[in-house]
């Protein structure tokens, strides 16, 4: 006997879309998109800022510990970013075209972001600082409006606005040798190369009490939130966003296309960006890390990293294609059907293992030992979200989320009766 679901009694209204309307292979692709952000996050909540971006700034980069860092930069730095950033482009236009259906204004849209905005800045400020919804939110607002545009607009659209921010960078670094020496030296220290005091200075703040951390971490998020969003953010994130929306109509996400389409993806991640990412490594080092390479040298990765995006696309829909291997998709679906409450999660996870609140190891473990923390909680993530969905419908922020959303609290826990035996009435 099988056990079936049943269906909530709504009221007149906005409601949120039930689950059994979900698409499970953009579900098992969030998930997988969520897990990976975590290889590149796990640097920001152990190491000191400047690590993320120059690798030579801090910590061992040597044996295990280089190849560690070598195997985040190829397989997944703007990676799954690039992944999650098209997902949340599809998702607007999947749920635009449900709310219009049940004769909701756009509003609706506007309220949703409105939510995750203020989600964004509490994370951000409260917690860590390398908030991304925030982000999310302010490109989902930009965005919108262009849903209805046809597929090959938005594709042109979308690497347009990807270019801006290249763009901007290379001139930036071609302009590098008419900076004027204190503002080369003030760009190295706060950026690239911190001086060993400042590197101190960070490390006590994170290795102190929540209240000690929080003037380095609100000042950090403000930055991310204006500087940054102006200059990289929203040109990358709202151009992913709008070619999700392509690929989105296009099929792409829903396992619809062939097998040969799938396979090209990822061929081309392998022939192309993969090699493209590892010249642009091999120079790198070749010139010693200067500030060339936070400029002009991370162009091989920014570019390399759609291709590989698309590959791990097409890789996911081909298994998503194979029945055989739901028992393996499926807990990665839980994580992409709860992806908000584990990336929350993912946070307080973290900071209590590296910040003063907690076991205050910021700064104090290598990148093998942060390999390892990631393994864990993955494996946490892929356990806890399988059991959690057993007995709830949503995830604790998703709920929350939806509940401020609509005005109402749609039911948590799922209601589950017994299927009637074959035959009878």
């Known amino acids: 006997m099988r056990a079936r679901e049943t269906k909530p009694h709504g009221g007149a209204g906005l409601r949120p879309v039930a689950q059994t309307a979900r698409i499970d292979s953009i579900d098992v692709l969030r998930g997988v998109a969520l897990l990976g952000i975590l290889v590149m996050n796990i640097q920001l909540f152990a190491m000191p800022q400047a690590a993320y971006f120059n690798p030579t700034a801090y910590g061992d980069l040597t044996g295990a510990n280089l190849w560690v860092w070598v195997a985040g930069r190829m397989l997944a730095d703007q990676k799954f970013m690039t992944v999650f950033s098209m997902l949340f482009g599809a998702g607007i236009v999947l749920m635009a075209g449900r709310a219009e259906a049940r004769g909701e204004s756009s509003r609706l849209h506007y309220r949703r972001m409105g939510w995750l905005l203020v989600i964004g800045l509490l994370h951000a400020h409260l917690l860590w600082s390398g908030d991304i919804l925030f ?94 969003l102006i200059v990289w953010g929203m040109w990358r994130a709202g151009g992913l966003m709008l070619i999700g929306m392509a690929l989105f109509a296009q099929g792409v996400f829903s396992a619809r296309r062939s097998f040969r389409f799938y396979a090209t993806l990822v061929s081309l991640a392998i022939a192309i960006g993969l090699p493209v990412q590892g010249y642009g490594i091999s120079l790198d080092f070749e010139r010693g890390w200067p500030a060339w390479s936070f400029f002009l040298g991370v162009q091989f990765n920014y570019w390399g990293s759609l291709v590989v995006s698309l590959g791990y696309v097409g890789a996911v829909m081909l298994a998503c294609q194979r029945p055989a291997l739901r028992r393996f998709t499926r807990p990665f679906a839980s994580v992409g059907q709860t992806a908000l409450t584990n990336y929350l999660l993912q946070t307080i996870i973290c900071t209590t293992i590296f910040y003063g609140h907690g076991l205050g190891w910021f700064g104090s473990v290598e990148r093998v030992g942060q390999a390892g923390v990631v393994a864990g909680v993955w494996a946490a993530q892929l356990i806890a979200s399988s059991l959690w969905l057993r007995r709830y419908r949503f995830g604790p922020a998703e ?9 109402i609290r749609p039911p948590l826990r799922r209601v589950i009766t017994p299927e009637p035996a074959q035959g009878t009435p």
């Open 399 to 407: 709920w929350a989320w939806r509940s401020l959303t609509y005005g």
């Open 135 to 228: 982000l999310y939110a302010v490109c989902g607002m930009l965005v919108y409006p262009l849903r209805r545009q046809p597929p090959g607009r938005l594709l042109v659209l979308g690497t347009v606005l990807i270019g801006v921010a290249s763009a901007l960078s290379v001139v930036t670094g071609l302009s590098l040798p008419y900076w004027s020496g204190e503002e080369r030296v003030e760009f190295l220290a706060e950026v690239w190369q911190p001086t060993p005091e400042m590197i101190d200075a960070e490390l006590g703040a994170y290795r102190g009490e929540w209240l000690d951390q929080q003037p380095v971490r609100s000042e950090a998020a403000f930055e991310f939130e204006t500087f940054v």
